[in-house]
């Protein structure tokens, strides 16, 4: 029987949904959106990535988006940092959890932050070694293309826990594992989730999965149905592979509130402002299309039919 | 634990799918879809509805479509029928596997056959009455808005018992539990497949899901858990409901058999011969946005990704 338990849901849109996009998204509007989120009560969001400004130029005003949105009370924020130096300058920010990532496949990491994997591990290490310095620092690990890569295709289970294994020892507590390019299953999500579970109880385990196939709220369930209770996504469905045209990206927000929430599990979000932060995305990028299929639908009681339907 | 057992995936594009299309597709091209779904491995494919021609000129060619497809060996073709009528003209072309309907909601029974749920269950009584004229004959029910109306909102759980029961009684022996509008959720689903399967275990039950708020997938997961082993999907995910503008129609063919694939699930279906029946509908119908998700896609092999991409 599906568990009944709560679940964290975690917005990663300001993150991992801007910084694909070619459109630079102005700070005003990142903070409006950011706070839009929070009012619907999600309780956990990612506010963007400390990179590089010549490698996502989307995220150059990090530190003014960070200032922005500080005073948000009861919110956890987040942000990525792909390295050491990113890490110092979120810290500076004044933001305090850290979101490191490492792909288990060689070939994404080397793509994705031209660092070997055992390089990458390298720089957590120091990235860990500022938590001394820093009263409430937190460092998490988003650990990429668990669920399969782009390049080699399969990712071996005894990769992802050797990953784990090797943060759990640096002292990392929360671990994402991450469907970077949709090609999860439900059955292989409700396996790799449980052997983590099973080895590493330390651990807490959040997943990030993508629609691109269509099966990412399948995937959630799976992992809800293990014990996985901290779940990524992205309003909208902003975000994913834009090399793949016309495919979704992350899992919805709306569309997972609103499976859970049908469901009787608790996520604390209300849909109907939830649905108001959908709007206020559209206003602010109005070419994009979102992806989100109950902000295309509505919710059930709006649907207005008149016509005439077949089973 | 998640099963292993076997499905089998009903096709019901050519029914579903092509109800609501304003565009008529010519009776050639409607002979070639159901013979590439059958290429593809799909072994029930329901290719139309005998209904009036005024309702939906769409099917006025439903006998010649069925006489082009008569031969196809190994494959279980069904027609829907709405009333007596339907059912004569069924037989007579030749076709032998009838779906009646029924919509547990009585608003949307009458809004969508113009029938009271209680006249149509007389109706149910007379078309299987012909089954003793006809060798072979078999009469299935399709059991719309079981999971919520769109003017009724909520669907009583006894409301569906009691149908299922009645028509259990007049010797139905399969019943496929429809979202007509896509309001179901995953533990919904759950209750309302478990009660059916353990009230009346001599009933085979079938799904029925719309994609409209993005839960097709997830509520398919959730009935296999149950024991649910039958599932309809359409082609390209077309169908659904014509008053939601840019919702998703049906489950998507291609999406639910690459997850059954995918889980290591006997589904029977070659996903490339499959998408190669995408193409067809394609072809035929340029104009129409195809919502599969699988086919915007593509298999994970075939990605080409080189970019850059942060989890």
Chains 1, 2 share one sequence.
Request: glycine fraction near 10%; aromatic fraction near 6%; include cysteine.
């Amino acid at each position: 029987m599906i568990p009944e338990d709560a679940v964290q849901i975690v917005e990663v849109g300001p993150r991992d949904g801007l910084q694909n996009l070619r459109e630079y998204v102005e700070t005003e509007k990142k903070i409006s959106l950011i706070r839009c989120l929070a009012e619907s009560g999600l309780r956990e969001i990612e506010s963007g990535s400390f990179v590089n400004p010549r490698a996502i130029p989307q995220f150059r005003d990090m530190s003014d988006v960070i200032k922005g949105v500080l005073d948000l009370e009861g919110v956890k924020l987040t942000a990525l940092v792909p390295n050491l130096k990113g890490a110092q300058n979120a810290l500076e920010s004044g933001i305090r959890s850290l979101i490191f990532v490492i792909s288990v496949s060689r070939s994404h990491n080397l793509n994705n932050v031209r660092l070997t994997p055992e390089e990458s591990l390298e720089e957590l290490k120091k990235i860990i070694e500022l938590e001394s310095a820093y009263a409430g620092m937190e460092t998490q690990l988003d650990l990429a293309t668990t669920f399969g890569c782009p390049f080699e295709i399969k990712v071996k289970e005894e990769d992802i826990l050797r990953f784990v294994e090797r943060a759990g020892a640096m002292g990392i507590r929360k671990i994402t594992l991450c469907d970077t390019v949709g090609f999860a299953n439900p059955r292989q999500v409700e396996q790799i989730t449980h052997t983590c579970m099973e080895t590493f109880p330390r651990i807490t385990f959040g997943v990030h999965f993508h629609n691109t196939r269509g099966l990412g709220l399948a995937n959630a369930l799976a992992a809800y149905g293990t014990g996985v209770r901290f779940f990524d996504s992205s309003i909208g469905g902003l975000g994913g592979c834009p090399f793949a045209p016309g495919a979704s990206g992350n899992v919805a927000t709306e569309d997972l509130v609103f499976m859970f929430n049908e469901m009787g599990v608790h996520t604390g979000v209300d849909i109907h402002r939830l649905l108001k932060a959908s709007q206020y995305l559209k206003e602010i990028l109005p070419n994009l299309t979102l992806t989100s299929a109950l902000f295309k639908a509505g919710l059930p009681g709006q649907v207005g039919l008149t016509g005439k339907i077949l089973a």
